[in-house]
């Protein structure tokens, strides 16, 4: 009977746990296609597998081996060369009025040339006046409705319209008093720029 395929083992149960990630996912990415390894860890890393899924989606596969008290095994393999093109979100899930204005929903992997932003401005919210980041912004209006005030001029805002925001350019943002604002949002990446919901 032919053994089967060998392959390395990482066991990360001495490895301080802030280091644990990344040393893994360094491991993964240098994998050929049709290769894995084998992850020894104390416990199962649900958190781990959750980011690589974001990560690499179907192009990574987990498959939990026998483990025992003692520690959790799981084959990590690379079922693909890339990332795999995926559906992310459904706009239809996120409609609505926003009872709170902030990011709804935020493109996650952390490979990407791109950020992109769902942004919801509850009824009668703004974005105050602001000089916007050196890069040109596209921004596709999902629903509700509101005005985008430039320097000049104000532009009245409609779902279906894409409206580009020229780097530095200044823009305020009103929502529609009842049905608040949501809009897509997307430009190159920006290292070290992050949205965040505000509750």
Not at 10 to 36: C, F, N, W
Not at 81 to 110: F, I
Not at 119 to 148: C, N, R
Not at 151 to 159: D, M
Request: zero cysteines.
């Amino acid at each position: 009977m032919a053994d089967g395929p060998v392959f390395e083992t990482i066991d990360v149960r001495t490895v301080p746990k802030p280091e644990r990630h990344p040393l893994i996912m360094a491991a993964y990415q240098k994998l050929d296609v049709g290769s894995g390894l084998i992850l020894v860890n104390d416990h199962e890393p649900k958190n781990l597998k959750l980011e690589m899924e974001a990560e690499f989606a179907e192009a990574m596969a987990w498959e939990p081996q026998s483990s025992d008290d003692e520690d959790f095994r799981v084959l990590i393999s690379k079922r693909a060369a890339t990332p795999l093109p995926r559906v992310l979100a459904d706009v239809e899930e996120l409609n609505g009025p926003a009872e709170t204005s902030g990011s709804v929903w935020q493109l996650q992997p952390q490979s990407r040339d791109l950020d992109a932003n769902i942004i919801a401005l509850s009824p009668g919210g703004e974005i105050k006046e602001h000089m916007g980041p050196g890069l040109d912004v596209l921004i596709h209006i999902l629903d509700g409705g509101g005005t985008l005030e430039t320097e000049l001029t104000t532009i009245p805002l409609a779902p279906g319209q894409i409206v580009w925001l020229p780097r530095l350019s200044r823009r305020r943002f009103l929502a529609d008093e009842s049905q608040g604002l949501r809009y897509f949002s997307v430009h190159q990446r920006k290292q070290g720029l992050t949205i965040t919901s505000r509750h």
